[in-house]
């Protein structure tokens, strides 16, 4: 797992990973996956992600610490609690995610 740049914090070596079932909403972000919604947003993320010393992204579990971290999903990424719609002609049920990740330190 992740290790902290925070001095004299620990981050635990291992985190769960549950194989069933597999995950509803993405859990991992890489520069490619930066939104092209204008042509100055996707410059301005991915010269925030560029930057000397970087925005950390070591995948899921990523500590926040003293430099930038990129945790994803954020804190409203990922499943909603907002419900889910069953359909019962298809057997499957609907549920609602977010892309969003969370930059912070």
Known sequence: MPKSDEPGEETWPTQPFPIKPPPIARDRFLPSD???????QQK?????????????????YTP????????FPGMFGGGNWGG???????GYIFANTQDLGTIFK
Do not use: H, M, W
């Open 34 to 40: 930066v939104a092209k919604v204008t042509p100055e």
């Open 44 to 60: 301005f993320c991915e010269a925030l992600i560029a930057q000397e010393g970087g925005v950390r992204n070591s995948g899921p």
């Open 64 to 71: 926040y610490g003293v430099k930038l971290s990129l945790n």
């Open 84 to 90: 889910v719609s069953f359909d019962p002609q298809l």
